[in-house]
């Protein structure tokens, strides 16, 4: 009898999940006689032996192996943990190839796979494997329970047969899965019995896959063409588009790259029906405004709800979250936060837009709902990515301008018709002073250049089956088409770790996303200047320096006026941390934690040269009072804590989930300082506040607390009939004690009407879907304290403080509250080839919260109150997907979207009392366009209006209530 043994002795050995490191003595001993007498008495010595040190199923490894002997696995196993095997070479001559596959598991788990359907058994003892024959099936699995799993081996192919990696396999109502490799290869362990896998990958549909004992598998996944199937983000949880009952748009990854963005918000334009995006400016770096199905209140901004990887993001200009007083503002307007979000970090933005979809969110949802994810790292090789991109901007149309001959006979006739003489302080400069042959085309000088930008981002990422990371780093430059050194640039960085234990019942996972960015723009938005300046305006004088008119004080030199200048420096920080624990099977807590910052420090200069110094020498004023210098600083702390309890079980034929959870926001914004300073003597000492003759600073603080209460329950019948509830318990501290808290909830439901047996037979309809959805939606967008009597500091007499009162309380404002109604139909042809949607919906907000018009004999100007007032939105919503070829090595598909939308002011009872009287009109939109309707001029060249009320005169009242002249002219 031949017998191997080998024995091996560590000195030190140091090992963590990230680096394996070991310094190992190895000693190649003969065999013992230990050793010898263990085989020769036979195996019940064995198992009454009593094990000391580790046990087989606390040692893990990492060991690929691809048709290897089995000598290979156990030398393998030997120099990895200085464990060793004994054996008889006759009991393992005959024994087939094994495979394994990457990642780390304990030795006993490799062994029992291999050894799964064969006589030999293992035994430990010590640091000893001994290898031999089982003599009965039953004694040996009374000894070792790990025979009751097995491992399942398959291979996963695309529709063309070819191996598909990454593809999800998961053990429907366990914790058990794997992915498949880059050829194609899985590997799972089951419990004995029959069970179901869920097959999913994106962009194929899902399947599930009945198995019963058997070791090897081949599953052939199908194209999902109208990614039905694709995982949707939702509101503190996830569906599909075949499952959903409310309405969401996903925006993929995909989509977003193609797109050279600085915004992330800029790849929704034109994707997504229903909601309009526009942008303040055409700067880099402005706001983007978005409307989600028209605009529901009279007041407020009517934005959506931003969630940044289950972070509540503010959506608006940091600089306005304190107040919108002293607020510095660029040729930009307003800034947007989300600039700080790196575009190839997206992993999707799902728009949640109807009741059933928003109601979750409570009444931080009213205006529809935005959900940002970020990508995140996965399991398998670790990927170093570099992306790059660079390209040019130019102004796509000029407007068409006067030359210089027609322009100064336009303004000629003008001075004509008015009876009046062109003269040097005023627009008839043009005539008397400058030359009538002169022509400059301002638009070409202003905003004809070329605008640069470069995007720069790498990414690195990997991971195992149970730890994944993710770390980006991006640097964005962009230049205006203005003359200047003006640009926006930004830094980012993303990171983000996720954990799971081995059995999937703990998950732990944590991101970071970080940014600066600087942008330096003029103070005024120069295009103004670019289209009405006169065409024949000097720009310099003999000697080169910048032309100014000694005799116009309004004259302007847009090139000199650029080095008004505002920078923005800005930096953000979003992190959040979950951790998910289940507890039971079925039933699972969840803990989401999330600390978001905005800062932003504003710097305003104002020089004497950017002016008419011209006018102010020749008339001996001093500059000193026009230089100026501004300087604010603005941030936002926002704190948020979200734990839930999910469970989820079977029920009579359908699938039962439940979600209970709370929510706690608190979000302090503060303005430190806000410091104008004035007076400097010269342009060179702007900025240094010792010599500012004036100095004034400002400072103020709000802070937002926001508590809830929130609950779902799916009702899932064969993935044919669903039902789906939401109910929302929200309190704000933006209302008084009497009405601080508010109730709100939505029901939606869907039936997949392909499912039914009197439609199998349809080979032309693949997929059908009617849902609807119903529900309540509050709203608390007002102003901090609004509810309560607040004061101001002021000063008296000889910079003497004091305080005043700046507000009228008012305890009884209550919440605006949106009724949304939607029904819509989801269809497929032709093998989900061709997919359309057409949804109809009906939004009714009341309750408006206002700022109502008080008389100034009151004390105040407004106070805070509920209007009597509805706003109606109405509107369908077109969706038409086609992909018309669909192979391996060519892909092309279209998309189209259309919808309307038809918001008006259906009731105000007592409108005819109110200021609101000369604003708004029932049955008009809110933003309606009213003008006089021109019927010519006179013999005296006065321009003539419609006098459509009859009284005689033309006045600036509406037409529709008979107070006045303007005629409405559409929204």
């Not at 090992?15 to 195996?43: A, D, P």
């Not at 926006?488 to 019942?505: A, G, I, Q």
């Not at 508590?707 to 318990?729: A, D, G, P």
């Amino acid at each position: 009898m031949k017998l191997r043994c080998k024995t091996t002795m560590f000195d030190s050995e140091k090992n963590s999940s990230f680096f394996h490191l070991s310094k190992k003595t190895i000693m190649i001993m003969r065999i013992s006689l230990f050793h010898i007498f263990l085989l020769t008495c036979g195996t019940h010595m064995i198992f009454a032996t009593e094990m000391s040190g580790q046990n087989l199923e606390s040692i893990s490894v990492d060991i690929e192996l691809h048709n290897q002997d089995i000598k290979t696995l156990f030398k393998t196993i030997e120099s990895k943990t200085g464990l060793l095997f004994a054996y008889q070479p006759q009991i393992i001559k005959d024994f087939p190839k094994v495979t394994t596959p990457r990642g780390r598991r304990s030795v006993s788990d490799i062994l029992n796979t291999v050894f799964q359907g064969s006589n030999l058994v293992y035994k430990q003892v010590d640091k000893n494997v001994v290898i031999y024959k089982k003599e009965t099936p039953k004694a040996i699995a009374k000894e070792d329970d790990s025979e009751a799993n097995y491992m399942l081996s398959g291979k996963v192919l695309d529709e063309n047969g070819q191996p598909l990696p990454g593809v999800s396999i998961a053990l429907v109502g366990g914790n058990k899965q794997g992915v498949s490799d880059f050829d194609g290869q899985f590997y799972i362990e089951l419990p004995s019995g029959k069970h179901v896998l869920k097959v999913s990958y994106l962009g194929y549909k899902t399947q599930e896959v009945t198995v019963q004992n058997q070791t090897s598998i081949t599953i052939k996944m199908q194209p999902d063409l109208a990614k039905l199937d694709e995982i949707v983000v939702i509101g503190y949880g996830t569906t599909t588009r075949r499952t959903s009952t409310g309405s969401v748009v996903k925006i993929t990854s995909e989509d977003i790259e193609k797109q050279p963005v600085t915004n992330i918000l800029q790849t929704l334009q034109g994707r997504t029906p229903g909601v309009f995006v526009t942008q303040t400016s055409g700067y880099a770096g402005s706001d983007m405004n978005i409307s989600i199905r028209g605009r529901n209140f009279i007041a407020g901004n009517n934005l959506p709800l931003y969630i940044v990887d289950g972070v509540p993001y503010i959506g608006d200009d940091i600089k306005e979250q304190v107040q919108d007083q002293n607020v510095i503002r660029g040729a930009q307007k307003s800034t947007s936060p989300l600039n700080i979000i790196n575009p190839n970090d997206i992993e999707s933005i799902e728009i949640l837009k109807d009741a059933d979809a928003t109601a979750i969110y409570g009444s931080r949802g009213a205006n529809g709902v935005v959900l940002i994810t970020t990508k995140k790292g996965k399991g398998g090789k670790t990927e170093f990515t570099i992306t790059t991109n660079s390209g040019v901007s130019e102004v796509a149309h000029m407007a068409k301008t006067l030359d210089t001959p027609t322009y100064l006979n336009m303004l000629q006739t003008a001075l004509n018709n008015n009876g009046d003489v062109a003269d040097v302080d005023s627009n008839g400069i043009a005539i008397t002073d400058w030359d009538p042959n002169a022509y400059t085309n301002w638009q070409k000088k202003l905003i004809g250049g070329t605008a640069n930008f470069n995007n720069y981002s790498a990414s690195l990422k990997g991971g195992n089956e149970t730890t994944s990371f993710l770390l980006s780093g991006a640097y964005h430059k962009e230049t205006t088409v203005v003359p200047g050194n003006f640009s926006y640039d930004k830094f980012s960085t993303n990171f983000n770790v996720n954990h799971s234990t081995l059995d999937r019942k703990l998950k732990i996972g944590a991101s970071v996303i970080f940014a600066v960015d600087n942008n330096k723009l003029p103070f005024f938005d120069i295009t103004t200047y670019a289209v009405g300046t006169a065409p024949n305006r000097p720009l310099y004088n003999a000697d080169g320096s910048y032309y100014w008119s000694p005799d116009y004080f309004s004259d302007i030199n847009p090139l000199a006026a650029l080095e008004k200048r505002v920078d923005d420096k800005g930096l953000n920080l979003i992190t959040s941390f979950s951790l998910q624990y289940e507890i039971a099977k079925g039933l699972s807590f969840k803990t989401d934690l999330g600390y978001g910052r905005a800062q932003m420090q504003t710097k305003q200069f104002m020089p004497g040269s950017a002016t008419n110094h011209a006018y102010a020498e020749a008339n001996d004023q001093s500059l000193n009072f026009q230089r100026s210098y501004t300087v604010s600083t603005n941030n936002t702390n926002n704190f948020t804590v979200e734990p839930q309890l999910n469970y989820t079980t079977e029920l009579w034929k359908g699938n039962l989930t439940a979600l209970v959870g709370g929510s706690w926001q608190n979000r302090k914004s503060e303005m430190p300082s806000y410091v104008n300073s004035s007076g400097y003597s010269a342009d060179n000492l702007i900025g240094n506040l010792g010599t500012a003759e004036s100095i004034t600073a400002n400072n103020g603080s709000v802070e937002y607390k926001y508590i809830s209460l929130f609950s779902r329950l799916n009702y899932n019948i064969q993935n044919r009939y669903i039902l789906n509830v939401n109910f929302r318990r929200d309190g704000s501290s933006r209302f008084g004690a009497n009405n601080r808290f508010g109730n709100f909830g939505s029901v939606g439901a869907a039936w997949v009407f392909t499912q039914e047996k009197f439609l199998n037979n349809l080979s032309w309809l693949s997929f059908g879907k009617l849902r609807s959805s119903y529900g309540e939606i509050g709203s608390d967008e007002i102003g901090d304290y609004q509810y309560a009597e607040t004061f101001d500091t002021r000063n008296y007499g000889n910079g003497n403080a004091s305080m005043a009162a700046a507000r009228i309380a008012n305890p009884n404002i209550r919440w605006g509250l949106t009724k949304k109604f939607e029904a819509a139909l989801d269809l497929s042809f032709l093998n989900d080839r061709i997919s359309f949607t057409a949804a109809y919906y009906k939004n009714t907000s009341s309750n408006q919260l206002v700022n109502y018009t008080l008389s100034a004999q009151a004390g105040f100007t407004t106070y805070t109150a509920n209007l009597p007032a509805e706003v109606e939105n109405k509107g369908w919503e077109f969706t038409l997907g086609t992909t018309n070829i669909h192979t391996k090595n060519l892909n092309w598909s279209t998309s189209f979207n259309i919808s309307t939308n038809s918001n008006k002011l259906v009731s105000f009872p007592g409108i005819e009392f109110t200021s609101y009287y000369s604003q708004y009109v029932v049955g008009r939109p809110l933003g309606s366009r009213y003008l006089y309707n021109f019927t010519g001029v006179n013999a005296a060249g006065i321009a003539q209006f419609e006098d459509v009320n009859g009284d005689g005169r033309i006045s600036t009242g509406y037409a529709d209530t008979g107070r006045g002249d303007r005629k409405y002219y559409g929204p």
